[in-house]
Protein backbone atom coordinates (compact mmCIF):
# COMPACT_ATOMS: atom_id res chain seq x y z
CA UNK A 1 0.00 0.00 0.00
CA UNK A 2 1.78 3.23 -1.23
CA UNK A 3 1.55 6.50 2.00
CA UNK A 4 0.99 10.03 1.76
CA UNK A 5 2.49 13.24 2.90
CA UNK A 6 -0.72 14.72 4.16
CA UNK A 7 -1.62 11.80 6.44
CA UNK A 8 2.37 11.11 7.35
CA UNK A 9 2.20 14.47 8.39
CA UNK A 10 -0.93 14.24 10.82
CA UNK A 11 -0.14 10.98 12.10
CA UNK A 12 3.50 12.47 12.82
CA UNK A 13 1.55 15.83 14.54
CA UNK A 14 -0.64 13.45 16.68
CA UNK A 15 1.96 11.82 17.95
CA UNK A 16 4.34 14.42 18.74
CA UNK A 17 1.45 16.15 20.64
CA UNK A 18 0.80 13.02 23.09
CA UNK A 19 4.53 12.91 23.73
CA UNK A 20 4.15 15.40 27.19
CA UNK A 21 1.08 12.92 28.07
CA UNK A 22 2.72 9.10 27.77
CA UNK A 23 2.35 7.25 30.20
CA UNK A 24 -0.91 8.61 31.76
CA UNK A 25 -3.28 6.47 32.88
CA UNK A 26 -3.62 2.92 34.80
CA UNK A 27 -2.13 -0.27 32.92
CA UNK A 28 -4.73 -3.05 33.57
CA UNK A 29 -3.55 -4.74 36.12
CA UNK A 30 -6.23 -7.80 36.73
CA UNK A 31 -3.76 -9.84 34.82
CA UNK A 32 -0.14 -9.85 35.15
CA UNK A 33 0.51 -10.33 31.25
CA UNK A 34 -1.32 -6.92 31.07
CA UNK A 35 0.03 -5.36 33.98
CA UNK A 36 3.66 -5.73 32.71
CA UNK A 37 3.03 -3.89 29.38
CA UNK A 38 5.36 -0.73 29.34
CA UNK A 39 2.72 2.57 29.90
CA UNK A 40 4.61 4.32 27.85
CA UNK A 41 3.70 2.37 24.64
CA UNK A 42 1.93 4.55 22.13
CA UNK A 43 1.03 3.59 18.30
CA UNK A 44 -1.53 4.97 15.51
CA UNK A 45 -1.64 3.62 12.34
CA UNK A 46 -4.52 4.22 9.39
CA UNK A 47 -5.76 2.37 6.27
CA UNK A 48 -7.43 4.07 4.06
CA UNK A 49 -10.31 2.76 1.67
CA UNK A 50 -8.50 3.83 -1.18
CA UNK A 51 -5.44 1.83 -0.19
CA UNK A 52 -3.60 4.84 1.47
CA UNK A 53 -1.70 3.66 5.21
CA UNK A 54 -0.31 6.02 7.64
CA UNK A 55 1.53 5.09 10.83
CA UNK A 56 3.25 6.58 13.53
CA UNK A 57 5.06 4.82 17.45
CA UNK A 58 4.89 1.20 17.69
CA UNK A 59 2.76 -0.04 15.04
CA UNK A 60 4.37 -3.52 15.15
CA UNK A 61 3.98 -3.77 18.70
CA UNK A 62 1.72 -6.73 19.19
CA UNK A 63 -1.26 -6.32 22.12
CA UNK A 64 -4.66 -7.71 23.54
CA UNK A 65 -7.08 -6.80 21.69
CA UNK A 66 -9.51 -7.37 24.50
CA UNK A 67 -12.89 -5.85 24.26
CA UNK A 68 -12.19 -4.69 20.48
CA UNK A 69 -12.97 -8.08 19.58
CA UNK A 70 -16.73 -7.73 20.45
CA UNK A 71 -16.76 -5.73 17.18
CA UNK A 72 -15.79 -8.71 15.14
CA UNK A 73 -18.19 -12.04 16.66
CA UNK A 74 -20.64 -8.74 16.51
CA UNK A 75 -20.09 -8.87 12.81
CA UNK A 76 -19.70 -12.95 12.74
CA UNK A 77 -23.08 -13.41 15.02
CA UNK A 78 -25.29 -10.89 12.74
CA UNK A 79 -24.16 -12.49 9.69
CA UNK A 80 -25.76 -15.74 11.31
CA UNK A 81 -28.60 -14.32 12.75
CA UNK A 82 -29.35 -11.25 11.30
CA UNK A 83 -31.81 -9.50 12.84
CA UNK A 84 -33.08 -12.08 15.51
CA UNK A 85 -30.23 -11.33 17.27
CA UNK A 86 -31.73 -8.36 18.83
CA UNK A 87 -34.13 -10.35 20.89
CA UNK A 88 -31.35 -11.23 22.60
CA UNK A 89 -29.41 -8.21 23.46
CA UNK A 90 -30.30 -4.73 23.40
CA UNK A 91 -28.46 -1.56 21.70
CA UNK A 92 -28.87 1.12 23.65
CA UNK A 93 -25.75 2.68 26.10
CA UNK A 94 -25.63 1.02 29.37
CA UNK A 95 -24.39 4.08 31.73
CA UNK A 96 -22.93 1.47 33.53
CA UNK A 97 -19.23 -0.30 34.18
CA UNK A 98 -18.40 -2.52 31.95
CA UNK A 99 -18.88 -5.28 33.62
CA UNK A 100 -22.52 -4.47 35.57
CA UNK A 101 -24.12 -6.84 37.22
CA UNK A 102 -26.66 -5.02 38.47
CA UNK A 103 -28.15 -3.97 35.39
CA UNK A 104 -28.31 -7.16 34.08
CA UNK A 105 -30.68 -8.26 37.27
CA UNK A 106 -33.06 -5.37 36.53
CA UNK A 107 -33.28 -6.21 33.38
CA UNK A 108 -33.85 -9.82 33.64
CA UNK A 109 -30.72 -10.93 31.71
CA UNK A 110 -30.84 -9.20 28.61
CA UNK A 111 -27.94 -6.97 28.61
CA UNK A 112 -28.09 -3.53 27.31
CA UNK A 113 -25.95 -3.30 23.82
CA UNK A 114 -23.56 -6.24 22.68
CA UNK A 115 -20.20 -4.04 24.05
CA UNK A 116 -20.89 -4.52 27.45
CA UNK A 117 -19.30 -7.97 28.85
CA UNK A 118 -22.55 -9.50 29.23
CA UNK A 119 -24.24 -8.56 26.15
CA UNK A 120 -20.29 -9.69 24.54
CA UNK A 121 -21.17 -13.31 26.27
CA UNK A 122 -24.45 -13.33 24.88
CA UNK A 123 -23.18 -12.60 21.25
CA UNK A 124 -20.23 -15.58 21.54
CA UNK A 125 -22.56 -18.21 22.77
CA UNK A 126 -25.17 -17.06 20.01
CA UNK A 127 -21.92 -17.78 17.77
CA UNK A 128 -21.23 -21.35 19.90
CA UNK A 129 -24.67 -21.92 19.32
CA UNK A 130 -24.26 -25.27 21.24
CA UNK A 131 -21.14 -26.29 19.29
CA UNK A 132 -17.41 -26.67 19.89
CA UNK A 133 -15.81 -24.32 21.45
CA UNK A 134 -11.86 -24.79 20.31
CA UNK A 135 -14.54 -24.72 16.58
CA UNK A 136 -16.02 -21.15 17.35
CA UNK A 137 -12.36 -20.05 18.70
CA UNK A 138 -10.45 -21.27 15.46
CA UNK A 139 -13.81 -19.74 13.25
CA UNK A 140 -12.97 -16.16 15.09
CA UNK A 141 -9.47 -16.42 14.92
CA UNK A 142 -9.63 -17.48 10.93
CA UNK A 143 -12.23 -14.48 10.80
CA UNK A 144 -9.40 -11.61 11.65
CA UNK A 145 -6.42 -13.02 9.85
CA UNK A 146 -8.69 -12.45 6.70
CA UNK A 147 -10.17 -9.18 7.76
CA UNK A 148 -5.85 -8.19 8.85
CA UNK A 149 -4.92 -10.02 5.43
CA UNK A 150 -2.37 -11.51 8.18
CA UNK A 151 -2.16 -15.00 8.90
CA UNK A 152 0.56 -14.83 11.36
CA UNK A 153 -1.92 -13.53 14.01
CA UNK A 154 -2.38 -15.38 17.40
CA UNK A 155 -3.68 -15.43 20.46
CA UNK A 156 -1.87 -15.26 23.33
CA UNK A 157 -2.76 -18.25 25.93
CA UNK A 158 -1.06 -16.82 28.96
CA UNK A 159 -3.63 -14.13 28.75
CA UNK A 160 -6.41 -16.82 27.95
CA UNK A 161 -5.56 -18.72 30.44
CA UNK A 162 -4.95 -15.68 33.09
CA UNK A 163 -8.87 -14.38 32.04
CA UNK A 164 -10.33 -17.91 33.05
CA UNK A 165 -8.40 -17.46 36.62
CA UNK A 166 -9.71 -14.50 37.23
CA UNK A 167 -12.95 -14.52 35.48
CA UNK A 168 -15.46 -14.53 38.56
CA UNK A 169 -17.75 -11.49 37.43
CA UNK A 170 -17.54 -12.76 33.43
CA UNK A 171 -18.62 -15.57 35.36
CA UNK A 172 -21.43 -14.84 37.27
CA UNK A 173 -22.32 -12.88 33.97
CA UNK A 174 -22.62 -15.73 32.06
CA UNK A 175 -24.04 -17.60 35.12
CA UNK A 176 -26.75 -15.03 35.41
CA UNK A 177 -27.62 -15.11 31.43
CA UNK A 178 -27.66 -18.78 31.57
CA UNK A 179 -30.42 -18.68 34.39
CA UNK A 180 -32.48 -16.22 32.51
CA UNK A 181 -32.36 -18.67 29.48
CA UNK A 182 -30.27 -15.85 27.61
CA UNK A 183 -27.42 -18.83 27.30
CA UNK A 184 -27.79 -21.58 25.59
CA UNK A 185 -24.39 -23.23 25.82
CA UNK A 186 -22.68 -24.77 28.50
CA UNK A 187 -21.19 -21.55 30.67
CA UNK A 188 -17.71 -23.02 30.30
CA UNK A 189 -17.66 -23.20 26.53
CA UNK A 190 -18.60 -19.69 26.63
CA UNK A 191 -16.33 -18.62 28.67
CA UNK A 192 -13.61 -19.92 26.91
CA UNK A 193 -14.32 -18.77 23.45
CA UNK A 194 -14.94 -15.19 24.96
CA UNK A 195 -11.82 -15.21 27.02
CA UNK A 196 -10.00 -16.80 24.24
CA UNK A 197 -11.60 -13.94 21.82
CA UNK A 198 -9.58 -10.88 24.39
CA UNK A 199 -6.57 -12.89 24.39
CA UNK A 200 -6.27 -12.47 20.23
CA UNK A 201 -2.75 -10.39 19.90
CA UNK A 202 -2.86 -8.12 17.29
CA UNK A 203 -0.92 -4.95 16.40
CA UNK A 204 -2.40 -1.16 15.09
CA UNK A 205 -1.68 -1.67 11.41
CA UNK A 206 -3.46 -4.91 11.47
CA UNK A 207 -6.71 -3.99 13.18
CA UNK A 208 -6.48 -0.76 11.25
CA UNK A 209 -6.73 -3.13 8.23
CA UNK A 210 -9.51 -5.68 9.80
CA UNK A 211 -11.55 -2.94 10.47
CA UNK A 212 -11.54 -1.26 6.98
CA UNK A 213 -14.81 -3.38 6.48
CA UNK A 214 -16.92 -1.26 8.28
CA UNK A 215 -15.18 2.29 6.58
CA UNK A 216 -16.70 0.78 3.63
CA UNK A 217 -20.29 -0.15 3.77
CA UNK A 218 -19.63 -4.35 5.36
CA UNK A 219 -17.63 -4.58 1.99
CA UNK A 220 -13.52 -4.91 2.09
CA UNK A 221 -12.23 -1.99 -0.40
CA UNK A 222 -8.58 -4.00 -0.73
CA UNK A 223 -9.63 -7.30 -1.74
CA UNK A 224 -13.48 -6.81 -2.37
CA UNK A 225 -14.52 -9.33 -0.23
CA UNK A 226 -18.04 -8.99 1.24
CA UNK A 227 -17.82 -9.05 4.95
CA UNK A 228 -21.00 -8.31 6.13
CA UNK A 229 -24.01 -6.21 4.30
CA UNK A 230 -24.23 -2.48 4.06
CA UNK A 231 -27.26 -2.46 6.68
CA UNK A 232 -25.36 -4.42 9.18
CA UNK A 233 -21.83 -2.10 9.00
CA UNK A 234 -24.29 0.38 10.03
CA UNK A 235 -25.65 -0.89 12.56
CA UNK A 236 -22.38 -2.23 13.85
CA UNK A 237 -21.14 1.55 13.26
CA UNK A 238 -24.04 2.74 15.15
CA UNK A 239 -23.94 0.93 18.32
CA UNK A 240 -19.74 1.64 18.56
CA UNK A 241 -20.54 5.10 18.63
CA UNK A 242 -23.51 4.74 21.42
CA UNK A 243 -21.80 2.04 23.75
CA UNK A 244 -17.85 1.80 22.56
CA UNK A 245 -16.85 3.47 25.24
CA UNK A 246 -18.70 2.08 27.93
CA UNK A 247 -20.39 4.52 30.53
CA UNK A 248 -17.75 7.27 28.79
CA UNK A 249 -19.62 6.69 25.18
CA UNK A 250 -21.03 10.10 25.82
CA UNK A 251 -17.57 11.84 25.99
CA UNK A 252 -15.98 9.92 23.40
CA UNK A 253 -18.66 10.77 20.76
CA UNK A 254 -18.10 14.76 21.84
CA UNK A 255 -14.44 15.01 21.93
CA UNK A 256 -13.91 12.30 19.01
CA UNK A 257 -17.36 12.30 17.12
CA UNK A 258 -16.31 8.47 15.59
CA UNK A 259 -17.68 5.10 15.87
CA UNK A 260 -15.28 3.55 18.57
CA UNK A 261 -14.43 -0.21 20.54
CA UNK A 262 -12.14 0.17 23.70
CA UNK A 263 -10.02 -2.69 25.03
CA UNK A 264 -8.27 -2.96 28.26
CA UNK A 265 -5.41 -3.70 26.58
CA UNK A 266 -5.21 -0.23 25.85
CA UNK A 267 -6.17 -0.25 22.43
CA UNK A 268 -9.43 1.53 20.44
CA UNK A 269 -10.64 1.02 16.73
CA UNK A 270 -12.64 4.15 15.44
CA UNK A 271 -13.87 4.42 12.68
CA UNK A 272 -14.26 7.27 9.96
CA UNK A 273 -17.11 6.18 7.63
CA UNK A 274 -16.16 6.20 3.63
CA UNK A 275 -12.53 7.25 4.83
CA UNK A 276 -10.66 4.98 6.64
CA UNK A 277 -9.82 2.68 9.62
CA UNK A 278 -8.24 3.84 12.37
CA UNK A 279 -6.11 1.84 15.88
CA UNK A 280 -4.52 3.50 18.54
CA UNK A 281 -2.84 1.90 21.52
CA UNK A 282 -1.82 3.61 24.80
CA UNK A 283 -1.85 0.84 27.33
CA UNK A 284 -2.76 3.58 30.60
CA UNK A 285 -6.57 3.49 31.12
CA UNK A 286 -8.69 6.39 32.52
CA UNK A 287 -11.62 5.64 35.02
CA UNK A 288 -13.86 3.80 32.64
CA UNK A 289 -11.72 1.35 31.45
CA UNK A 290 -10.44 3.35 28.24
CA UNK A 291 -7.15 3.91 26.98
CA UNK A 292 -6.37 7.88 28.09
CA UNK A 293 -3.88 8.87 25.96
CA UNK A 294 -5.61 6.57 22.92
CA UNK A 295 -8.70 8.87 23.42
CA UNK A 296 -6.88 11.87 23.59
CA UNK A 297 -5.15 10.99 20.31
CA UNK A 298 -8.16 10.43 17.91
CA UNK A 299 -9.61 13.51 19.42
CA UNK A 300 -6.32 15.47 17.91
CA UNK A 301 -6.94 13.43 15.02
CA UNK A 302 -10.07 14.11 14.52
CA UNK A 303 -9.55 17.97 15.01
CA UNK A 304 -6.75 17.66 12.53
CA UNK A 305 -8.39 15.39 9.69
CA UNK A 306 -12.19 17.09 9.90
CA UNK A 307 -13.09 13.26 9.79
CA UNK A 308 -15.95 13.52 13.16
CA UNK A 309 -19.38 12.54 11.64
CA UNK A 310 -21.03 15.94 13.05
N1 LIG B 1 -11.21 -9.33 29.19
C1 LIG B 1 -11.86 -8.16 29.70
C2 LIG B 1 -13.05 -8.60 30.51
O1 LIG B 1 -13.84 -9.36 30.00
C3 LIG B 1 -12.26 -7.26 28.58
C4 LIG B 1 -12.76 -5.93 29.05
C5 LIG B 1 -12.39 -4.80 28.11
O2 LIG B 1 -11.51 -4.93 27.25
O3 LIG B 1 -12.99 -3.73 28.25
O4 LIG B 1 -13.22 -8.23 31.62
Excluded at 48 to 65: E, K, M, N, W, Y
Excluded at 145 to 163: Q, Y
Excluded at 173 to 195: I, P, T
Excluded at 222 to 248: E, Q, W
Aim: hydrophobic share 45%; with cysteine; glycine share 10%.
Amino acid sequence: MESTDYLDDIVATVRQDMESHLGRGKVADYIPALARVDPKNFAIAIATCDGRTAQAGGVHLPFSIQSISKIFTLTLALNKLGANLWERVGREPSGSRFNSIVQLEAEKGIPRNPLINAGAVVITDALLDGGDADATIAEILGFMRRLADDPAIVIDDEVAESEAQTGFRNSALANFLRANENLKSKVEDVLKVYFNQCAIRMNCRQLARAGLYLANAGHDPLNHASVTTPFRAKRINAVMMTCGHYDASGDFACRVGLPGKSGVGGGILAIAPRKASICVWSPGLNAQGNSMVGSMALERLSSLTGWSVF
